[in-house]
């Protein structure tokens, strides 16, 4: 299908060769996808019921909300509720919100397009400014898999007593895995994710039935609170909850991965795939934001209604379990649901990064030197502060790399908006303007939040 002047040739890739014309809206040509692999590779049903075809979307909407849900929120949603009990509840509420929006366009761009962001963004802009955002987006990546190294590492010394730098090797290992799932087909890494997704939405399932939060308490949390601005320190683990849960690297990771279902080119087709794409992560973020509430709610219940207002670590957290809920489940099941969830987020995040590096320099590496520069540039920091500072020095060092990831949000989150309401680019598929609108607001929002959270760091 063309429109707006695009000519589209098939190519021999299985991909339509899009040619570059006064009318098409980018500045170069896009003739082969990331994950070329994985490409067009899963069916899609012609015939059948609305479930069974919307069964054939369902995954992609997993793989994202797993980032949402990684270590370095943990470690954000202990310190928000152990010091400031449900006030922050309101934050992880907005922050799922605007991700859940963020998403939804994510994955309308890839759908529309054949682009995931990093390819539109290396389509759309001039060099300089492309290896700009690439360093920008690869820094944040960094920043989320150093999350993610420490995270495996506190839960593999929690449940077998391994040395932190020791478990930090090990999770480094987990690139044999990657590869493994890699090569025995997208719908393996699907699986895994899902499991490991649901392991950790029945742990805190658990967790929260043995720490009976106070209801009232709990709704009254999710109504914003002005002291978040007044005060220095909340507006700081605040700004942690928002780069922990609406992570830049997952919007380049949505728009490529949807690309994985070889639906209709045609525009009922694309229609379709962005209706399902979209509620198969509408209602996958829903269920991550249940997990990031209910760590705020389990350490406010716990800790800041027994007056641990000092616990922010996950360590700190674990050993306090046992004790304050009565039963030692609770601890064990804290820790499983760490590992599954820094496991999770390591496979989504190589992905991330092979799509970042190819979309936005248009170079193939092969996926396992991709994830040893990633993994280096994770463990290097990660080995140096554990060696130098000690392993309490852990926590400080996760709330940190959401920090990192907030800073950077918006430039990722601009293009992103951009391309989207650009008729030029997307052609029917542009996003409404109510949700253009909104999509502008919740990008403003955070980039003035980040600003004053920069200015208030100096100062």
């Known amino acids: 299908m063309a429109w707006q002047g695009e000519v589209i040739k098939e190519g021999g890739s299985g991909m339509g060769k899009r040619t570059k014309s006064s009318g098409s809206g980018w500045r170069h040509e896009r003739t082969e996808p990331t994950l070329a692999e994985s490409y067009k590779s899963m069916p899609v049903p012609t015939k059948g019921s609305w479930f069974r075809k919307f069964l054939a979307f369902v995954g992609p909407g997993y793989m994202v909300a797993v980032g949402y849900m990684d270590p370095g929120n943990w470690a954000t949603d202990i310190a928000g509720g152990s010091r400031f009990n449900y006030t922050l509840l309101s934050v992880v509420l907005f922050s799922n919100l605007m991700a859940v929006l963020l998403q939804s366009l994510s994955a309308r761009l890839g759908i529309a397009t054949g682009r995931d962001l990093a390819q539109a963004c290396h389509d759309h802009y001039s060099k300089p400014v492309n290896f700009v955002l690439w360093v920008l987006c690869e820094l944040a990546i960094a920043a989320c898999d150093l999350a993610e190294i420490i995270g495996s590492a506190i839960a593999l010394k929690l449940l077998f007593g391994l040395p932190l730098l020791i478990g930090v090797i090990i999770t480094s290992l ?21 499991t490991l997704f649901l392991i950790i939405l029945a742990c805190f399932g658990v967790e929260l039935f043995l720490s009976r939060p106070d209801i009232r308490e709990v709704a009254q949390g999710f109504i ?36 994985t279902r070889n639906f209709e080119d045609s525009l009922a087709g ?42 922010a670590e996950i360590e700190d957290a674990y050993q306090m379990l046992a004790p304050l809920l009565g039963t030692g489940m609770a601890s064990i099941l804290f820790a499983v649901a760490l590992l599954a969830s820094g496991q ?47 392993e309490k020095s852990t926590g400080e060092l996760l709330i940190l790399s959401q920090v990192i990831l907030s800073l950077q949000l918006s430039f990722a989150v601009f293009p992103l908006i951009r391309f989207t309401g650009d008729q030029r680019k997307m052609g029917p598929f542009a996003s409404p303007r109510w949700m253009h609108t909104l999509a502008w607001i919740a990008g403003t929002i955070i980039a003035i939040l980040n600003l004053y959270l920069l200015v208030t760091t100096l100062a």
């Open 174 to 194: 987990d690139i044999f895995i990657v590869l493994l799932l890699q090569h025995k087909g997208f719908r393996y890494i699907e699986s895994i994710v899902v």
């Open 224 to 259: 914003p609170s002005p002291d978040m601005i007044r005060n220095p320190e909340m507006l700081y683990i605040a700004l942690g909850i928002l780069g922990a849960t609406v992570m830049p690297h997952n919007l380049y990771l949505h728009s490529s991965i949807v690309q």
């Open 270 to 311: 694309k229609k379709q795939a962005i209706r399902f794409a979209t509620l198969d992560s509408t209602i996958a973020l829903m269920l991550a934001m249940f997990v990031n509430a209910a760590i705020l709610m389990l350490a406010a219940s716990t800790f800041y209604r027994t007056g641990h207002t000092e616990i």
């Open 344 to 390: 999770n987020s390591t496979l989504t995040g190589t992905l991330a990064g092979q799509i970042v590096m190819e979309g936005f320099l248009n170079v193939r590496l092969k996926p396992w030197v991709r994830r040893l520069i990633t993994r280096l540039i994770a463990i290097i920091p990660a080995v140096a502060v554990i060696a130098i500072y000690g």
